[in-house]
């Protein structure tokens, strides 16, 4: 025993710090979460790209033998494709933006100029973001069908507008209440207006949270089923998830198109994330003050 | 380049009034220090002259203009921050550009402008830099390079050595204060650092609890402090207050010791008075003297400082040689000064 305590303890010299079990334990979970997540991703992918012959043919998770690419015209045209990604497009594309350009503009606002009533000016922001939109979807309805905007892209991008805005104005008041003071003190002594300042420094130093929010926001516009359901009644005003929707119920039995139509869907998104990520660095701010 | 005046000006946050009608005239090119302990209200001050704090009664001048509703950018000041509060995605060369890219320059006068500033602060090789990327002292340097681009009519300083260890500190002081006699412009500088104050500065204003305590030259300060506040906040260590009667030509402390005095106050004064003592003006020795007991002994290199115990009055002496006493042990001491101060001891203020 005594022999080979110290020899244990040499060795332990020797080798890398132990691990942390703790870590070891996160690791573990992280790879189980990771992997139940990835093979739904796989399994559309792979159907996606097999003829529906060999989908009955093969297991699920074998990779496709034979690529099968006429599955994403085919899915394309028989789904009326061009219209609802048509359509997505032009909501998702004026929604995204425009909203976070408001919240930017309202975090900025309620951050960094002195209102009189902007601490409930902020609490109703917080409201309405703790306002589940299913609640609302009837007044919505009739609000909107009273306007006549049922049908229209005005009609879905306004309550999108809405709903989004709240949380990401909370999120971004958050940040810029966290910038230093002194920093937009510093520009306006330089000149700069409250424009200046939140369009020269603001908006570069919050890149990354903006970044973010843009990702997120992408995503759940695009991908956003319920409200679109109800506010667009018309098959040429529909987005891709209705389009998808619809082409499920009439084509379920067609796998490999069903799930070309699928991936045809998310593509996008992944798409922007892959656009976007790179501005996800950290440390903007760093240098700017002392300590 | 210009005057500043501040005229009865007060500040009040909420029911707290934290500056309470400070005046002060800042001739043109001046460097004044705004001295005195935290909390006091010096960047209130400050912040109020440059235009980000309102003011709640009174008014301030610059150039003779009353800009006292005016926003800091119409004020034409720059202003250097203790943080530095450098534009973190800017480099060197686009932060001290800044102002004159908003004041709507052209881009090759504000590269001749940048190239001259950097010249003058040694900025040159760093000018592609972003401010992470940079120590402290250039963070520093930086700072005043973005103030120093604008011409500004005055420059406010906030505490903006705090930050930096002690050599560069002096460095910088050093730095600052060339910087002022090339410019030749009105500096309005905050510090708490009595000896920033007492190297630097053309005038002081100690400030104490939102009121002004005394205006002058840093001399005039040192050698006539109008109160005991003043004369306990310059000079290190900081001045003895010794309590007593005065009987003839000497001081009667209350544990009974005397203490021989080189002058006498000008007004009589038969009461308790209370001196003031440089740490520097005394002697200790065994021979004659009032009896003290040691307590404390440091050495600093140069001289040593003393820290004795005369009748329950604590006392802090700083002699040339090397003495070596050992706690406890008991010495004498006697004034060696030709300048005493007296204070009334009930409202401290200074007595002939
Ligand atoms: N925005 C504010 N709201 C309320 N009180 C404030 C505000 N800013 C400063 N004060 C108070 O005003 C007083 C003076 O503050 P100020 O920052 O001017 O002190 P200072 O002399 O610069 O001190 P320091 O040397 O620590 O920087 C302090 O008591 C402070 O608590
Ligand atoms: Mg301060």
């Known amino acids: 025993m005594t022999a080979i305590a110290p020899r244990r303890e040499d060795d332990a010299l020797q080798l890398k710090p132990r691990r942390d079990p703790f870590l070891i334990i996160l690791w573990i979970i992280l790879v189980t979460f990771a992997l139940v997540w990835i093979a739904p991703v796989v399994l559309i992918a792979f159907t996606a790209l097999k003829s529906n012959a060999e989908v009955m043919a093969t297991s699920a998770f074998t990779p496709p033998q034979e690529i099968a690419w006429n599955n994403f015209s085919g899915a394309w045209a028989r789904g009326n494709f061009e219209t609802t990604f048509k359509n997505s497009v032009i909501i998702t594309v004026i929604k995204v933006p425009l909203g976070l350009m408001f919240s930017a503009m309202a975090a900025y606002a309620l951050a960094r100029i002195r209102l009189r009533f902007g601490k409930l000016l902020l609490l109703f922001f917080l409201f309405g973001a703790m306002i589940p939109f299913q609640v609302m979807l009837a007044p919505i309805f009739t609000l909107l069908n009273g306007f006549g905007l049922i049908d229209t892209y005005p009609g879905v991008i306004l309550p999108y507008l809405a709903f989004g805005v709240p949380y990401q104005v909370f999120i971004l008041h958050g940040f810029f209440k966290a910038v230093p003071k002194e920093l937009s003190e510093a520009a306006l002594i330089d000149g700069a207006s409250h424009v200046t300042v939140f369009r020269r420094i603001f908006l570069p130093i919050s890149l990354p949270v903006l970044a973010a929010l843009l990702i997120l926001d992408f995503v759940s516009t695009w991908n956003e089923f319920a409200m679109a359901l109800v506010l667009l009644q018309d098959r040429h005003m529909w987005t891709l998830p209705l389009g998808l929707m619809s082409f499920q119920g009439q084509f379920s039995t067609d796998y490999g198109q069903l799930n070309a139509a699928i991936a045809m869907t998310v593509f996008p998104a992944v798409l922007v994330y892959m656009i976007f990520q790179r501005y996800f660095v950290s440390g903007l701010t760093s240098g700017a003050v002392k300590g | ?352």
């Open chain 2, 1 to 352: 380049m210009a005057t500043v005046q501040v005229s009865d000006l007060r500040k009040s946050f909420g029911a707290l009034e934290v500056v309470k009608g400070v005046s002060i005239d800042i001739r043109d090119g001046e460097f004044l220090i705004l001295v005195g302990p935290s909390g006091c209200g010096k960047s209130t001050l400050l912040r109020m002259i440059a235009g980000l704090e309102d003011i709640s009664a009174g008014r301030i001048d610059i150039g003779g203009r009353v800009v006292n509703t005016l926003s800091p950018k119409e004020r034409n000041i720059a202003m250097v921050f203790q943080n530095y509060a450098l534009y973190p995605q800017m480099t060197v060369a686009q932060n001290m550009g800044f102002s004159l890219e908003i004041a709507g320059m052209k881009k090759a006068e504000i590269d001749k402008k940048v190239a001259e500033a950097s010249e003058i602060l040694g900025l040159n090789p760093l000018l592609k830099r972003k401010p992470s990327q940079l120590s402290g002292g250039q963070r520093q340097r930086v700072a005043m390079g973005r103030a120093i681009v604008r011409d500004p009519d005055v420059f406010l300083f906030d505490e903006p050595l705090s930050n930096l260890d002690a050599k560069l500190r002096v460095q910088m002081r050093a730095e600052i204060k060339a910087l002022h006699q090339r410019l030749g412009s009105t500096i309005v500088y905050v510090t708490h650092d009595q000896v920033e104050a007492m190297t630097m500065a053309d005038r002081i204003v100690v400030l104490r609890g939102g009121c002004v305590e005394q205006i002058g030259t840093p001399l005039e300060l040192y050698d006539h402090p109008e109160n005991m506040f003043v004369a306990g906040f310059l000079g290190s260590p900081s001045m003895n207050f010794l309590r007593g009667k005065i009987e003839g030509q000497s001081l009667l402390l209350a544990g009974g010791e005397r203490l021989a005095l080189p002058s006498l106050p000008m007004a009589e004064h038969g009461g308790d008075v209370v001196v003031g003592v440089r740490p520097q003006g005394f002697s200790v020795g065994t021979q004659d003297g009032a009896r003290a007991t040691i307590k404390v002994v440091e050495p600093t290199g140069a001289d040593t400082h003393v820290l004795a115990d005369i009748g329950g009055t604590e006392i802090t002496c700083v002699v040339n040689d090397r003495v070596d006493f050992a706690p406890g042990e008991e010495v004498r001491f006697s004034i060696t000064s030709k300048q005493v101060h007296y204070f009334d001891p009930t409202n401290e203020s200074r007595i002939g």
